[in-house]
């Protein structure tokens, strides 16, 4: 057969084919494919969405392809056989799913319901659905317009595409986050100048109590930021007529806390503390302690020991639980012994100061007591004289991790009273998260076999629940059996079980030594906010007889510090009943501050007393004192002096302080104005300029980096600070004066230059490197390139673009100059790594390996066919292009449609007959089309064509001026007209290819630049 008969017969064969009648069916009745617009909640969707419809024109749509592709839908799977389909909606992962064949659908939160079986059809080898089914179905709501041929879909969940964009804004504030931590640990804070800083608190009164003495009484506090150290002292002092006076030892404590080398330094008053099974807390009026790392409270049975202003109160909460109240002594400090905790419990202390002030703190606790971290050396000593005896107290520990889980530690004591030192081993051990070991041995005298030794052992493998099991052994001659230790020879046995969850916790407690067993059972319930109510189980076992105690009872809450305790005790021969009730009042004028306790046994003796604080004037303070029958007064007068810069208040007392003032940018000739109203936030704590510009911030806790910023809504937008933070490091009662620049904002626009094509989305990310924050970020032009960065200081930054779809994540580091406005015409070639018109600091191009690309990341298929994907690219185009020139309707924009109908109608028949031709022949059907696409009759309607005519006409005018003036931008200005010409040529060439909201915004984008490059 010859060449040309074979084309003869394609010709006749191709002619029969397009005589053909074109019609999509499937089923009957016969379903037509459509093309409408799906919206998507607020946003547009699709608006050339492939649907079928019947002859009602109510559309059907692909369930696989909506479920996977808009709705976040995973593992999504259809049968044809069984017209059945199912997916996994994320992130609750609620299974749905719709059986055609027999008229049903439900999920796994519910149960399955029927409906209409005509509601579904299988066309192409999938499954359609009515539209109005989804709504039934899904947990949406879907309306059909069919005036606007329009789906509207309004789901009760998140799009696929809403949870990407949250999943990748999580993980940039995740990044940014890190960045800004690690920068904040870096830096070097800002600490006080001044070497000598002091405060002194003091409380004078004057007390007749009830048939009794009269006396005086006096309480001071002082605190002193003494060469980058805390001197603190205090007394309290009584005053009686008729008696022997009491004047107890004043405590005086020098510290110094968070060096670079330890953790704590301390001389004078001070605690032995310890991660220790076998040795008690004791305390020294003239000793010295050295604790390289922070000592902090194991889960167990523990003693809180801390300190505080003389008289002031002390409230322990346990898991939201009120527990116990203490009073500070004259040695400032105060416990809280045998607190059974776990690592899950919350500790809050309430500090109700005798001004009226209050303060919270909370303790942490760690599950492995004394821990070390693998490669790390702990150090710890310990020396002074005991409190409660004579004689000498020297303590030294060296700790090491030998692993994460596993450490050793060896420590030498002397006891008072004791001859020689003693050596005890530690190793603490955590084999698995929810087990931990700590052993410990004191050897006192080998060769008597005279060792004591202990080991305890904390269990959380049953969560909310924590088991703790402790022994311990003192030998009969081990050194610490004396007056000033109060430890007793023999065998110790503790079991500890603890269980808290939500407003209910439980502790139980056995415990056996020598002929002693106890079993304690407390329950504590938090009915509601302001009620608590327990019940505590004692009993016990000595000598063989047995004893029984009951407490029951509970404490209301009246208000903010208004309490009142209920409070019944059963025992063998005798029951007592507690009523008390506290009410402190705060430092403000006419506040009162309560307390009364009425006690009463069984055989009903009694006793009663109150006390009656008012607060006359700020520091000043009368009320009355009584018991039974007897009635007394008393008076009291406290104040705090400190010099202009230190605390005002009883609260503030050994806190820090700052004060400055913010002052404009340089108006020139080094002229600035103060401004007013500015807020300053340090620490938390806030305060505003007055019109001096002058502010002061008191009350900031020392000894821990804090943040110091200006906030910038409070700031005129044309000026923010050069920084947006300094990091301040107070010691008590220290003083710092932070007064931060501000600097005008600069701006920059330019242009992103390269061979590729921008791809959509694209982000221009400024990163000032003196803090790695990124300050600026804006969205590049796909068009032009054209992008803007603002509230800019003076300074070096990183440029960089979030993309992974150029060969290599471009990031280069410019140079802001100082006395800067504004920098426009910026041009930054990708491709040369180059930017013109600002100084550019070298810098290596990094790879990209900050975003994972779906789509770049799917293998190519090997029967993937590059023309037929053109030839659907084109009829996408067409039917873009259609529905756009119908949304204007005007004669040019029908004569038009009628083109793309008829171009879409050829596109149709080549792809039926598409396995009849040859690659040219398809390339050059293609082509023609293209052509057709790009003719001047096709590029613009009658609307576009005077915008554009107009816009074109104005720009020659402008670079015809620019040419004519010859300044020194001039030059640059041609250019940037030449690049505007093109922009709009593209414009014009595309403009049926996007919405009206696009050209709109494209429109006002090339305006914003023309007034942009009229300024240069």
């Not at 804004?169 to 800083?197: G, H, M």
């Not at 700590?438 to 005279?450: D, H, P, T, Y």
């Not at 064509?945 to 005018?957: D, F, P, S, V, Y």
């Not at 001039?970 to 030449?978: F, L, Q, R």
Request: charged share 25%.
């Amino acid at each position: 057969m010859t060449a040309g008969l074979k084309k003869v017969l394609l010709f006749v064969l191709v002619c029969f084919v397009l005589a053909l009648p074109v019609t999509v069916s499937a089923q009957d009745p016969p379903f037509e494919e459509a093309y409408i617009q799906l919206s998507l909640g607020k946003y547009t969707g699709n608006a050339f969405y492939r649907v079928f419809v019947d002859e009602n024109e109510t559309p059907y749509i692909d369930v696989q392809e909506l479920l996977y592709t808009y709705l976040d839908f995973t593992d999504v799977q259809c049968d044809k056989q069984r017209l059945y389909c199912s997916g996994i909606l994320q992130p609750d992962r609620t299974v749905f799913w719709i059986d055609g064949k027999n008229g049903e659908f439900g999920s796994s939160q519910s149960d399955s319901k029927n409906f209409d079986k005509q509601g579904v059809v299988f066309i192409e080898d999938k499954l359609w659905v009515r539209y109005d089914i989804f709504e039934k179905w899904l947990p949406a709501t879907v309306t059909w317009n069919l005036e606007g041929y329009k789906v509207h879909f309004e789901p009760k969940f998140k799009f696929k595409f809403e949870r990407k964009k949250e999943l990748e804004k999580l993980r940039e504030d995740q990044l940014e986050s890190k960045r800004q931590k690690e920068y904040f640990d870096s830096v070097a804070p800002i600490t006080p100048t001044d070497n000598f800083n002091t405060a002194l608190k003091y409380r004078a009164g004057f007390i007749k109590e009830p048939k009794g003495d009269y006396k005086a009484s006096l309480e001071y506090n002082i605190n002193s930021d003494v060469y980058e150290g805390t001197l603190v002292g205090g007394n309290a002092m009584d005053f009686p007529f008729k008696t022997r006076r009491n004047f107890y030892d004043p405590y005086v404590t020098y510290t110094l806390k968070d060096k670079k080398h330890f953790y704590l330094m301390e001389f004078g008053t001070t605690s032995f503390q310890e991660q220790s099974l076998l040795v008690p807390s004791v305390s020294s009026d003239y000793g010295f302690r050295f604790d390289s790392d922070k000592m902090e409270y194991a889960e167990g049975n523990i003693t809180i020991l801390e300190s505080a202003p003389i008289g002031t109160e002390v409230d322990l909460y346990v898991d939201g639980s009120y527990t116990a109240t203490t009073t500070v002594g004259p040695n400032g400090q105060y416990s809280f012994p045998d607190v059974v905790v776990s690592k899950e419990s919350k500790i809050n202390l309430k500090l109700y100061y005798v001004d009226g002030s209050i303060e919270e703190k909370s303790i942490n606790i760690t599950r492995n007591s004394g821990m070390v971290k693998q490669g790390h050396l702990e150090k710890r000593l310990y020396a002074g004289n005991v409190r409660s005896g004579d004689g000498g107290f020297y303590y030294g520990s060296l700790r090491y991790g030998v692993l994460d889980n596993m450490s050793f530690g060896l420590s030498p004591f002397l006891f008072p009273e004791a001859d020689k030192p003693s050596l005890m081993t530690d190793m603490n051990f955590a084999p698995f998260y929810w087990l931990s070991f700590l052993a410990q041995g004191m050897f006192n005298s080998v060769e008597k076999g005279n060792i004591d030794r202990a080991f305890r052992v904390n269990l959380n493998l049953l969560y909310p629940h924590n088991i703790q099991f402790e022994h311990k052994y003192y030998n009969q001659d081990s050194p610490m059996n004396t007056n000033s230790l109060s430890v007793q020879e023999g065998e110790y046995w503790a079991g500890r079980h603890r269980f808290a969850i939500g407003r209910w916790g439980m502790t139980n407690v056995y415990e056996q030594y020598s002929a002693i067993k106890s079993f304690t059972n407390e329950t504590r319930f938090n009915l509601m906010r302001s009620l608590n109510l327990l019940f505590g189980f004692r009993t016990y076992w000595s000598g063989g007889s047995f004893y029984r105690d009951i407490n029951t009872g509970f404490n209301l809450s009246l208000g903010r510090e208004t309490r009142m305790e209920v409070n019944r005790m059963w025992s063998n021969n005798n029951s007592q009943n507690v009523i008390s009730l506290t009410s402190r009042g705060g430092e403000n004028v006419g506040s009162w501050s309560v307390s009364a306790r009425f006690f009463f046994d069984d055989n009903w003796s009694k006793d009663f007393s109150t006390s009656v604080l008012y607060r006359l004037t700020k520091n000043l303070q009368i009320g009355a004192l009584s018991s039974d029958k007897y009635v007394g007064f008393q008076i009291f007068w406290d104040d705090i002096i400190a010099g202009s810069h230190g605390p005002s208040t009883w609260e503030e007392f050994g806190t820090g302080t700052a004060s400055g003032k913010i002052m404009s940018p340089d108006l020139g000739d080094g002229k600035q104005e103060p401004i007013e109203f500015a807020s300053v936030s340090i620490g938390g704590k806030k305060a505003v300029t007055d019109k001096d510009g002058y502010y002061k911030v008191s009350g900031i806790r020392p000894e821990e980096k804090i943040k110091a910023s200006i906030d910038l809504a409070s700031l005129d937008t044309s000026v923010i600070p050069d920084k947006d933070y300094d990091v301040l490091y107070f010691r008590p009662t220290s003083y710092i004066e932070w007064s931060p620049k501000l600097v005008t904002t600069i701006g920059m626009d330019g242009y992103v230059m390269t061979s590729q094509d921008i791809p959509d989305g694209l982000m221009i990310e400024a990163m000032r490197l003196s803090d790695s924050k990124i300050v600026s970020r804006s969205e590049v032009d796909q068009d032009e390139g054209f992008f803007t960065l603002e509230k800019l200081t003076p300074g070096q930054y990183q440029l960089s673009l979030n993309t992974t779809e150029l060969s290599a994540r471009p990031i280069i580091t410019v140079d802001i100059p100082k006395n800067t406005d504004w920098i426009s015409g910026v041009q930054w070639d990708l491709e040369g790594q180059s930017i013109e018109g600002i100084y550019t600091t070298p810098q290596e191009i990094q790879p990209s390996n900050q975003t994972f690309d779906f789509a770049s990341s799917v293998a190519e298929s090997p029967d993937k066919d590059p023309l037929k994907e053109e030839l659907v690219a084109v009829q996408n185009i067409i039917q873009i292009k259609k529905h756009n020139a119908e949304i204007f309707n005007d004669e040019g924009s029908k004569s038009r449609i009628n083109y793309y109908n008829k171009l879409l109608l050829l596109t149709d028949k080549m792809e039926e007959l598409w396995g009849l031709l040859s690659d040219k022949e398809k390339k050059d059907k293609i082509d023609r089309i293209n052509k057709i696409l790009s003719s001047p009759n096709m590029k613009l309607d009658q609307i576009g064509a005077g915008i554009m005519e107009n816009l074109k006409k104005e720009i020659q005018e402008k670079k015809d001026k620019a040419k004519e003036e010859k300044l020194p931008n001039s030059g640059k200005k041609i250019e940037m007209y030449d690049r505007l010409y093109k922009a709009i040529n593209k414009l014009e060439d595309n403009w049926d290819m996007i919405s009206l909201e696009d050209r709109t915004e494209k429109l006002d984008k090339i305006k914003k630049i023309m007034k942009n490059v009229d300024k240069l």
